[in-house]
């Protein structure tokens, strides 16, 4: 069954998403696979076919202000984290997803992780690659510099800041077919820049990592964290500092393991999801 693209109307928000579904579909919860910045679920393509080959249902919708959902102006939508989550929860409860195993990879990525903490019981496993989950991750400079007022106006209405950030985190070209994908919305409208300062903006990272490295030390169900080496921006200490989590090297992968080499996302990912619980 091909994958398709789907739009969901949910509190006001159209939320778009790239669902999976096989026909034979194996006996476990549905995935969730969530982006970090300045991606979009495309960034997902080669993770979804091979999960739908196992049998697994993978949902991956771009996050509100991202790729193809809805871009509010601030007034309407806060782009803080519990913004967020709470925009996360209505979606999946609009899709009748009351249990999944959650992927989640990069800033705003994290927002994920901070879901699967807040609702444990919903959460089968939880797979980490490349997010920030201790408070001694800071945003990148790159990254940082667009949240800027008046200058990151401008930055962040630039098509080729895709290139520079989702190229400058792993030192991997991205073709340039693919690179038109994640431009399109910075062509398509201004308030792609516009919602991405405000994520930026309100990342409330500090806030974030506390509650992540706390949760994730009292995280009970099966947890992968996958780490990509070359990332320029995430230490690898602090993903081995997670020690109740199954720990995997990512070898030449820099921050976007799934843009980078998605071959080694799935070697590792599959496994974990596949695994039967004891």
Known sequence: MAITQNVEEVGGLTWFYRDAEPERQNDQPPVLLLHGLVSQSYSWRQVLPALEEQGFRAIAPDWIGCGYSSMPDRRDFAYTPDTYIEALSQFLKTLGLERMSIVAQGFLGSVGIQYALRY????????????????????????????????????????????????????????EQDLGIYRRPWIKTSDAGRSLLRMIQNLQLKESTAEIEAGLSHWKQPLLIGWGVRDPWLSIEMAKAVDQAEFVELDEVGHYPQEDWHEKVNEVLIPFLRRQII
């Open 120 to 175: 444990p019981k919903q959460v089968e496993r939880l797979a980490i690659f490349n997010a920030p989950i201790a408070q001694t991750a800071k945003l990148p400079w790159k990254i940082r510099r667009m949240g800027i007022p008046l200058a990151g106006d401008m930055m962040t209405q630039d098509p080729l800041l895709v290139d520079r950030t989702l190229e400058g985190g792993g030192g991997y070209q991205i073709d």
